[in-house]
């Protein structure tokens, strides 16, 4: 008897992509909070390698998605969902790099700040993600995105606060280029989970 075809599930790829963006934050928690050079280049390698799975994993999703008759839903909406989780990876990367190239040799306590925060904001992500299939928790959805979008503002007044002590106390000005950089980056970041958490209200609204 011939073994039905597995259907592909747009859905739990999303989550699955979402623990690679988890377990990245979690990565970049642990570089910043015992900062070392050594852990540093060890764990760009190690976010490397998870940003290309998780980018492998897209590139399946968009080359099954162009043979698939009928997903669940829109296009456009699969796309730039995938597009908007590759985006917070990308960003955790760079961080990362950004703390490498520019050569830090201290982390400030509030860099250390915003790494929880980030792990916060990817976490929340995932647990969106985990509720997204089942439209009939819409509200359970919109729960999720609004702690999203509570944390991103949360990130916002921590950027604010950041940028403050480090133009009050930092007197080197290649120090204050190189942390408004690294800042920066991470609210770069926090702004990304919060445009996923509105594309995922945008896509239950239009399918409720």
């Not at 699969?78 to 050569?103: K, M, P």
């Not at 959805?141 to 921590?158: H, P, Q, T």
């Not at 106390?169 to 926090?190: A, F, G, L, Q, R």
Request: a negative charge; charged letters at 35%.
């Amino acid at each position: 008897m011939k073994k039905k075809k597995e259907e592909y599930n747009y859905f739990n790829e999303f989550v699955n992509n979402s623990k690679y963006i988890v377990e990245s934050a979690e990565i970049l928690k642990e570089t910043v909070a015992n900062y070392s050079q050594e852990m540093l280049e060890e764990n760009i390698t190690k976010v490397h390698k998870l940003e290309n799975e998780a980018d492998q994993a897209l590139h399946k999703m968009r080359n099954y998605l162009i043979k698939d008759f009928l997903p669940p839903i829109d296009r456009e909406d699969i796309v730039l969902i995938g597009h908007r989780l590759d985006d917070i990876e990308d960003f955790i990367d760079e961080i990362l790099i950004n703390l490498n190239i520019l050569n830090i040799s201290n982390v400030r306590e509030d860099a250390i700040e915003f790494t929880e925060l980030l792990i916060e904001c990817a976490n929340s992500v995932k647990d969106a993600l985990e509720n997204f299939e089942n439209f009939k928790r819409a509200d359970v959805v919109k729960e999720k995105s609004i702690a999203i979008n509570v944390l991103e503002e949360k990130a916002d007044r921590l950027f604010e606060k950041a940028m403050k002590k480090l133009y009050k106390e930092e007197t080197n000005p290649v120090e204050i280029i190189k942390w408004t950089t690294i800042y920066s980056c991470m609210e770069n970041t926090t702004d990304a989970c919060e445009r996923i958490a509105d594309s995922l209200e945008d896509v239950v609204m239009k399918n409720s």
